[in-house]
């Protein structure tokens, strides 16, 4: 590579830095690296570079503030953007304030090669048009000079070839575009305009001494092409991950439908898109739709069978299983059946692909430009990878739903069988028929109350059912007994709830069912029962647990004692707080009597 071209690395990343320096010095660049914005102009100002690879983000400054600040100093340096953040903004950003090109992280390494050497010939090549500017006859590219009046003065052979038009001594043509007349100003410029398919950078200098305006131009068509390119690939880049997060957020077919056809609709040239499901009686029925409005999709009439409305692209590709493209909608004979739509959107070109899902087809996405020929080979790829996307989505909501179906059932199964424990223990001992039923209730609400999640209320429940079912083991002349118990039958009471851990600890729940059950009579300062657990050693489901079954009990007609109360039953918890009771179960429950008004079921 002559003349070993400079090129500068700013990033803030040492090891990149390190990597890229290292494979540029190898490929014959000389090289200067810079962590941050103040180092990388520091560094531009010392050396003449001709390209700096700038990170988007630095740590004291944009990459495009370094790269406005390199080019306000040295305007031929070449800027490439790299950045590890997709944004269409800024990609667009940065190409208007003069960046080369803007490249994504990963990048792979041959692509960054390009783009430097690229740059670098630009680079190069604008330098070449200032040298040449004392001989601008043995120029390649077009040179003009223009005085004041806008009159054309001179034109080199590469100019008086692009414009033949033009005449020594008449006003420059229009296609010149409009420029500063101030020779005296001595100001640069550099701007771009199009003539016909092709475009060219002009470099506008003023030469005060002879009072005219020199105009150098130089054809970036292909740089202007590969700048298209990249902004389109960065756009469908940007689009495919938006629906890519919305995948995993999705709650509904319908949903992730209108999000694609949202995202889809904001691509260049795009008029509309839309979704339609394959229905019975070969009907494709519009399911979700961006651009359109509800009476154009209302006539449409699309079918997926052989018949005149199944012949458009939709139902081919419903039809075939197949990606189809029209280039040309208006001189398309597919589409007689809907001129009338095609000439009042403007629809020019169109592409549609199916749905598929376990080889079968659930639908068609089609997409419409203003545009024609606008569906290239890279475009079709894109569709399909968003096709697949879809269809990925929609498997995995119908796999959700089918899952959610079976754990409802299994919820219901668990339920009834909980259920039905908690009715066989009521028989047993009909004197406190209801406790376990009205426990889980107050267990519930109180665990709502403390924010904690549905999961885990769910789990409340049922531990409010069981908590109890280690009285199965506790002869029932002992629970229904009317007079106080003995210090032996107290002790049989007292231990059901290591029974109940007993005959519940094998059983597969998806939550602490067996030791809240063991734990429910313990308390925080540890005089509770059977392990005398203090304070964290206890699990918070216990803890809830505990309060509820204690207001409850308090609250309600025993054999052996008449209810104390529910005003009773606070004062136990409220002067116990923090004692016994965990002081944000004691809080919650009082809300709900206090605040909420809250009433067991069978007393409301």
């Not at 003023?206 to 092409?225: G, H, N």
């Not at 096709?387 to 754990?407: C, E, F």
């Not at 219901?412 to 009909?430: C, F, N, Q, Y």
């Not at 290591?498 to 069912?513: N, Q, S, T």
Request: net charge negative; with cysteine.
């Amino acid at each position: 590579m002559k003349n070993s071209p400079n090129v500068l690395v700013v990033d803030d990343d040492a090891n990149l830095r390190k990597t890229l320096a290292d494979i540029l010095r190898f490929k014959g660049y000389t090289v200067a690296v810079a962590a941050n914005g103040a180092e990388a102009i520091a560094e531009a100002a010392r050396t003449a570079m001709n390209v700096a690879l700038i990170d988007l983000k630095l740590p004291d400054m944009s990459g495009i503030a370094v790269m406005e600040k390199i080019k306000a100093a040295s305007p031929f340096t070449e800027a490439i953007i790299l950045t590890g953040h997709a944004s269409m903004d800024s990609a667009v950003e940065a190409t208007n304030k003069g960046a080369f090109s803007y490249l994504l992280k990963p990048y792979e390494i041959d692509s960054l090669l390009l783009n430097i050497r690229h740059a670098v010939d630009r680079q190069q090549n604008q330098q070449e048009i200032v040298r040449l500017a004392s001989f601008p006859e043995m120029n390649p590219n077009p040179v003009l000079e223009i005085n004041v009046a806008g009159e054309i003065t001179y034109l080199n052979p590469a100019a008086a070839k692009l414009f033949p038009q033009l005449v020594i001594a008449q006003p420059a043509s229009g296609m010149l575009g409009d420029f500063p007349l101030d020779a005296a100003s001595g100001e640069q410029a550099v701007r771009e305009i199009s003539i016909g398919n092709a475009t060219f950078e002009q470099f506008l200098s003023p030469v005060p001494e002879r009072d005219l305006i020199r105009i150098y131009m130089l054809d970036i068509t292909e740089r202007k092409q590969h700048e298209v390119k990249l902004n389109r690939l960065n756009q469908r880049l940007n689009t495919l991950r938006n629906i890519d997060e919305f995948l995993l957020a999705a709650e509904s077919e319908e949903a992730l439908f209108r999000v694609v056809c949202a995202a889809l609709r904001g691509l260049d040239d795009t008029v509309g898109v839309i979704i339609a499901s394959r229905q019975t009686g070969y009907v494709l029925k519009p399911v979700a739709w961006a651009g359109f409005d509800e009476t154009m999709i209302a006539a449409l009439n699309i079918r997926w069978d052989d018949s005149e409305y199944g012949r458009g692209l939709m139902g081919i590709a419903a039809r075939e299983k197949k990606t189809m493209v029209a280039a040309d909608l208006e001189n398309d004979a597919r589409y007689e059946p809907w001129r009338e739509i095609v000439q009042t959107w403007q629809l020019k070109s169109a592409a549609a692909v199916p749905l598929l899902a376990e080889g079968d087809t659930m639908g068609v996405l089609a997409i419409y430009s203003g545009r024609c020929n606008s569906f290239d080979e890279e475009t079709i790829l894109f569709l399909i990878e968003v096709a697949n996307d879809i269809a990925m989505g929609v498997h995995s909501l119908r796999q959700d739903r089918k899952l959610r179906a079976t754990l409802d059932s299994l919820r219901k199964s668990l339920d009834g069988t909980v259920e039905t424990v908690a009715r066989m223990m009521e028989m047993r001992d009909p004197y406190t028929a209801g406790h376990e039923r009205r426990v889980a209730q107050l267990a519930c609400d109180i665990g709502k109350a403390m924010g904690l999640p549905e999961r885990q209320v769910e789990g409340l429940r049922v531990i409010g059912y069981l908590h109890d079912i280690g009285k199965i083991a506790v002869p029932a002349e002992i629970l229904s007994k009317p007079s106080r118990l003995t210090e032996v039958e107290l002790a049989m009471v007292k231990s059901h709830a290591k029974a109940g851990y007993d005959i519940l600890r094998d059983m597969e729940f998806p939550w602490p069912v067996a030791q809240a059950v063991w734990q429910h009579h313990e308390r925080l300062d540890g005089t509770g029962y059977p392990q005398g657990l203090k304070g964290d050693d206890i699990i918070l489901e216990a803890r809830i647990l505990m309060v509820a079954d204690v207001v409850e009990a308090m609250a309600s007609h025993r054999p052996y004692r008449p209810a104390i109360g529910l005003t009773g039953a606070l004062a136990e918890i409220s002067t116990n707080r923090g004692k016994y009771y965990d002081e944000r179960v004691v809080d919650a429950c009082l809300r709900l009597f206090i605040e909420s008004n809250f009433k067991f079921k069978d007393d409301a």
